[in-house]
């Protein structure tokens, strides 16, 4: 790009923005022609400077003139590269108009002025810059093309925006490197790789000068994320690269044991996946699990009521089913379905229902992508970069399920599934019945130990009717405690679901994000204050669509496509939500 200098002189003094490659922008984050941020006449001003500024008066007096709209400076910089570099919209169309050059190479790194844009992320200019015939796919200095500068400089809507106009996810540079290579290699933390993925990219293209896929790149630069990314989307473990190292030869040269025991894990996990009895296993997971959950509660209550005293050997025996039961989790069932080893009474609705899935197809998802870029809002609060579609009002993207859920709720540790539209409903019978059934075995194990057990807490004391009662019958006491555990918070969770539901319209990831901002914000403010909270009844006749004998008329909102307040609402904001 350009060479080093101040981007004013004597007479037009102002805070440049931090350069790239030595090329200046200034005031670049908006296209306002504001005057020269000096005393002295602005007229004085050339139209270097003026272009810089967006002076665009200055600029037409002195093109009118007879200044040469592609003529380049002494750094072989043109007006449009300094109009771009710092969003000069205004002043790109109209040197466009009088004969700029849209592609024309220029500075120390030979890029054009889409390369300039795309290097400081200004959207609006891309797009102002392809739409005049702008070539994405031309290499710059360094060999990249607009794509992978993107990538590069993690500009998310850029990249967006270049694949949804056709751009190829592919597309090599100079040195033969895909997008995904570069951010394999050069990328810090998961983004843009993670965003990259969901475009089905090649995972096992080579360059041409190493030979190494992107999952080579990954490990030779000690980028952990990629590395886990890439294996986790299928990257190959046995590609050979120009050295003919495999991606653990290059893990074992680093000397990096995180690594090397990630890729180990992974070709077991694969070598585990071709295993015939694993896919019956998969094929009947929720049975084993519902199986398997009740003989292990099962078990535990009969160890510890066997006739022996001997509580060593008791607790060796629960030791040993506790690593029995881990050992057929691990390798039978997977890592994944931990959580639900716990879950006692489960919810066959709440599990199978879909939550509500942001689901779109894609070309919806290319359209929407330059449907939001063009109207200047393709941003995280109304785009996910996750999952490459326009987010409807309330819905999060869940890092459990990698998708979007529409009103989101919550990931349910219980249930192993989000909480969601589809199936919120459901998730409060479960935790109904599940208080039920708890208060249940608590009465019985109340009216065993009546029965049973000699021990009067009137007549021995709180310490004597305790330890006689677990002695009476281990098991019950055992079935007891659980049954506590799970009343107490199943309970408790429905009170505030119902809580939330009823006095605040709100869910429960919409209520946790307004008290942190409630905590760190100066000013206080209400959380029923909300455009969702219509009122109580109204509120319950919403989320229930139930008519209540026509007393009220519930409100049919399809929160998978909703992208604005409903009417009732229209003039609150949720933003803040």
């Given amino acids: 790009m350009a060479g080093n200098g101040p981007v004013c002189k004597s007479h037009c003094h102002g805070p440049p923005r931090p350069h790239i490659h030595s090329s200046h922008s200034v005031h670049g984050d ?3 022609p504001g005057p020269c941020p000096t005393a002295e006449d602005p007229s004085t001003c050339d139209i270097i400077k003026a272009t810089q500024y967006g002076m665009l008066e200055r600029c037409k007096e002195l093109i009118e003139a007879g200044y040469d709209v592609r003529q380049p400076d002494k750094e072989n910089v043109t007006l449009l590269h300094w109009a ?53 796919s031309l290499i710059d200095g360094e060999g990249f093309s607009s794509i992978h500068l993107a990538v590069l400089f993690q500009h998310m809507p850029i990249i967006a925006y270049l694949i949804a106009k056709g751009q190829n996810i592919d597309t090599t540079d100079f040195n033969g490197q ?42 030779a630069s000690g980028n952990t994320s990629a590395v886990d990314l890439l294996l986790e989307a299928g990257a190959s473990l046995d590609i050979k690269n120009v050295k003919g190292e495999t991606p653990l030869d290059i893990a074992y040269q680093s000397q990096n044991h995180f690594m090397i025991y990630m890729i180990q894990e992974e070709e077991r996990m694969r070598n585990r996946r071709n295993n015939r009895l694993l896919k019956i296993v998969e094929k009947y997971e929720l049975f084993l699990m519902l199986t398997s959950s009740l003989t292990f509660m099962w078990a535990i209550g009969y160890i510890m009521d066997l006739s022996s ?10 030791l040993s089913l506790l690593f029995g039961m881990a050992l057929f989790v691990r390798q039978l069932v997977g890592l994944k379905n ?35 870029a063009e109207a200047g809002c ?36 219980w249930t192993g599934q989000c909480v969601g539209i589809g199936n919120h409903y459901y998730y409060l019978l479960f935790l109904f019945f599940l208080a039920m059934t708890g208060v249940w075995l608590l009465y019985g194990t109340l009216q065993y130990w009546s029965n049973h057990c000699a021990a009067s807490f009137q007549q021995d004391g709180v310490w004597t009717y305790f330890t ?13 405690s659980v049954a ?28 946790m994000n307004l008290l942190v901002q409630r905590k760190s914000s100066k000013h206080s403010f209400s959380l029923r204050r909300t455009p969702y909270n219509l009122g109580c009844f109204q509120n319950l006749a919403d989320f229930f669509q139930c008519s209540c004998f026509d007393i009220f008329k519930p409100n049919i909102v399809d929160w998978t496509k909703q992208y604005k307040l409903f009417h009732q609402a229209k003039e609150k904001s949720v933003h803040s939500v």
């Fill in 30 to 32: 908006q296209d306002l």
């Fill in 84 to 136: 771009a570099i710092n969003n000069r919209q205004e002043l790109v169309k109209y040197y466009i108009s009088k004969g700029a050059v849209v592609d024309q190479l220029g500075g120390e790194l030979n890029s054009t002025p889409l390369h300039w844009a795309i290097r400081q992320g200004h959207l609006p200019m891309v797009m102002l810059l392809l739409n005049c015939g702008a070539d994405p």
């Fill in 178 to 219: 895909t997008p995904l290579m570069l951010t394999a290699q050069k990328a810090i933390g998961p983004e843009p790789l993670r965003f990259l993925l969901k475009l089905n990219p090649s995972l096992n293209a080579v360059d041409n000068v190493q030979k190494n896929t992107a999952l080579h790149w990954a490990i």
């Fill in 309 to 318: 005293d001997s509580w060593l050997l008791k607790g060796g025996l629960l």
């Fill in 338 to 372: 931990l959580s639900l080893m716990g879950l006692l009474y489960y919810f066959y609705k709440t599990w199978s229902t879909d939550p509500g899935y942001i689901k779109t197809s894609e070309e919806e998802r290319k359209e929407n992508i330059i449907a939001l």
């Fill in 378 to 413: 393709l941003d995280f609060r109304t785009f996910c970069t996750s999952c490459l579609v326009r987010k409807p009002l309330r819905s999060v993207h869940c890092l459990a399920c990698q998708t979007c859920v529409a009103r989101y709720d919550q990931h349910s540790l």
């Fill in 468 to 480: 006689q009662t677990v002695s009476c019958s281990p098991w019950v006491s055992y079935i007891f």
């Fill in 484 to 511: 506590c555990f799970h009343t107490l918070w199943a309970s408790g969770w429905l009170t505030v679901q119902l809580y939330q539901i009823t006095f605040l319209g709100l869910t429960s990831h919409e209520r």
